[in-house]
């Protein structure tokens, strides 16, 4: 019998990362309804990196845990690309379009990346978010936001 | 025979990379041309430099690796350190040792020291001066910053000590001391005692050809779209004193800023307004200038892209060497990536309209540990209509980390659901090729159905199967 080779993932967020490797930037933007935005994934390793985005809606409990789910209908996005493939040491830009239809609206954009595995065979993939709060101004949207889902603290 | 071995040195060194750097260019602004070759190794990364710096064959290498928990590095260094803008270095070439804890730093050196030289393609030492030095930082857990270095070279000593604080409101850093031989200070204090209010003033000493101080004062205010900003700058020579102020204020609607700044120095003044347009990637700006009675234009702008960054700016800059005093500057900047190859070329043109430049190319190769394929091909592209698709395995469930390649150029990957897309510019079919070899996802993957070619507004399908299992 074929011997059954096992792999998982491991997904690592952003705060809790021990790979200190790849970054995405800025990690949070606050825009009115309708926003016109970037964020840029570096791969600072030596190898080439392939990166996939994926838009994800949330809501947050009131001690700032965050639970994601497909976008909402209200969220209109439209990405440049969905995925890319980074050169050693460079940086890719993502663009998008976001016109939300009801806010506040938050999305975020994560940003998908096998960065090795580990000397057990484990694959690590990492998850670093790109979050969009869209209100009907600018201004403090994070903050009412947060102050909405009951969280005190900053 | 220096000549050959350097060669020898350089070609000896691909054999056993995992992954190779290859960087070469020429810059007039720094004086010299040149290569170097950066080799990662499994367990170390030896660099090799060699080319002309101001006329003169100059050469350089090194090897880093760790030993015992320590960062070790034999060859050429540059041995210093820095904080918040105050620093010093010394180009060394011996051997050089260091230890970094959560927060320590300490770091050694043995060897020689010289005139170094180092640009974005070649880094190089010179041996002129037995030299030894000693460098500590330490983080405090109040937020006390402290370094200090010791350095004897050639009979020139080196004992300073620096001093930062950051809270949030206030922070200072300076640094004082002897260097080779000279009295030295640099320090910087900045408050902001609201969101959009805040206030810097620097005194930095520099050895150039002669030595130089330079002070500055300055305010700058944000409030809502408008901000405001205010500077005093000095700088003293052997002979001259050079002073300068400026002022100016902003305004910005939407994606458009425009900007007005009054600038002084040696009793001739200089008006500059500018508007400046931002629309996603790309930048326009207008400028017009006032000076001596005469008003000129000029224009600048910008397109910042993944493959391709080209910008021209005109800026006015304080030069406090010789009377100068504020001058207006020209800079262009191309920056170009093809596949793992970066191309960049800067230049800057002085009020005397001479034009100094810096240009050089630089790319990754994987060597003979290397281990992994890495095919080229091309980036996204972008347009008006979406080619679509979903990747499932013999299960039907999503494959994520598929790479697909449309029409033999651009490359995209399947998501988490096993859906790709990609835009393109004409409603018209184009071939999918699955490239198996790339995937992102781990295993070993065959094509057991696949839509041969693509569509606007079908959605392709295309089915996997893992390789090794049953």
């Not at chain 2, 005139?115 to 010179?126: D, E, L, Q, V």
């Not at chain 2, 002073?243 to 003044?269: D, K, M, P, Q």
């Not at chain 2, 400028?287 to 910008?311: D, E, R």
């Not at chain 2, 390649?405 to 071939?431: C, E, M, P, T, W």
Request: charge should be positive.
């Amino acid at each position: 019998m074929k011997k059954l080779l096992v792999l998982a993932f491991l997904e690592l967020w952003f705060f809790g990362l021990s790979v200190a490797a790849q970054t995405v930037s800025p990690v949070i933007v606050e825009c009115g309804k309708k926003c016109n935005g970037a964020f840029s994934v570096t791969n600072n390793g030596l190898t080439p990196l392939a990166v996939t985005v994926e838009a994800r809606s949330f809501s947050m409990d009131t001690q700032g845990h965050a639970t994601y789910r497909t976008l909402d209908e209200a969220a209109d996005l439209k990405l440049d690309e969905g995925s890319a493939r980074i050169a050693p040491k460079g940086t890719h830009t993502f663009s998008y379009q976001l016109k939300c239809s009801a806010v506040p609206c938050s999305v975020t954009l994560l940003s998908s990346m096998v960065v090795g595995h580990t000397a057990d065979g484990i694959w690590v993939r990492v998850q670093l978010p790109h979050t969009v709060y869209a209100c009907e101004k600018q201004k403090d949207c994070r903050k009412s936001v947060r102050a909405a889902a009951g969280i005190t603290f900053n | 025979m220096c000549r050959l071995l350097i060669c020898l040195l350089l070609l000896s060194v691909p054999a056993s990379a995992q992954v190779l750097q290859l960087s070469a260019g020429r810059s007039t602004l720094l004086g010299g041309s040149g290569g170097e070759i950066t080799a990662y190794l499994p367990v170390s990364t030896i660099t090799a430099s060699a080319g002309f710096a101001d006329g003169h064959f100059v050469f350089g290498g090194s090897d880093t690796f760790k030993f015992h928990g320590l960062d070790v590095t034999a060859g050429d260094k540059n041995f210093g350190y820095s904080f918040d803008g105050a620093g010093l270095g010394v180009s060394t070439r011996g051997l050089f040792v260091q230890r970094n804890s959560e927060h320590t730093s300490i770091a050694g050196f043995v060897g020689s020291t010289g005139i170094g030289y180092g640009a974005p393609f070649m880094n190089t030492a010179t041996a002129q001066h037995v030299g030894v030095g000693f460098f500590l930082q330490h983080h405090f857990e109040n937020g006390l910053l402290f370094s200090s270095l010791a350095a004897v070279d050639g009979g020139r000593r080196t004992a300073v000590q620096g001093l930062a604080y950051q809270s949030h409101v206030f922070g200072v850093s300076g640094s004082g001391g002897l260097l080779q031989n000279q009295k030295y200070f640099s320090g910087e204090v900045d408050y902001q005692p609201l969101r959009s209010l805040s206030f810097s003033a620097t005194h930095n000493d520099y050895f150039l050809s002669d030595h130089l101080t330079a002070k500055s004062l300055s305010a700058f205010s944000a409030f809502g779209r408008v901000t405001l900003q205010a500077s005093v700058l000095e700088g003293q020579d052997k002979t001259l004193k050079t002073t300068g102020a400026s002022a100016g204020a902003g305004l910005r609607i939407g994606s458009t800023t425009v900007r007005s700044n009054f600038y002084e120095s040696n009793h001739h003044t200089m008006l500059v307004h500018t508007v400046q347009e931002r629309f996603r990637r790309w930048t326009v700006t207008g400028i017009i200038n006032q000076m001596h009675g005469q008003t000129t234009y000029a224009f600048g702008g910008g397109y910042h892209g993944n493959k391709l960054s080209v910008s021209v700016d005109h800026s006015v800059l304080f030069f406090p060497l010789g009377g100068m005093g504020f001058q207006q500057t020209t800079s262009v900047q191309v920056s170009l990536r093809i596949h793992d190859t970066v191309v960049n070329f800067g230049s800057t043109v002085d009020p005397s309209m001479h034009m100094k430049y810096t240009t050089y190319a630089s790319t990754y190769a994987p060597g003979a540990l290397a281990g992994l394929v890495t095919e080229k091909h091309s980036y996204s592209t972008h347009g008006k209509f979406v080619i679509t698709g979903t990747v499932v395995d013999e299960h039907g469930q999503p494959v994520e980390g598929a790479a697909i390649q449309l029409a033999g150029g651009a490359v995209v990957y399947s998501d988490s659901q096993g859906k790709f897309f990609a835009r393109v510019k004409h409603n018209r079919a184009i071939v999918l090729n699955v490239l198996v070899n790339e995937f992102a996802a781990p295993g070993h993957w065959a094509v057991t159905s696949c839509t041969v070619n693509g569509q606007p507004g079908i959605d392709a399908v295309i089915r996997l199967k893992r390789k090794g299992t049953q």
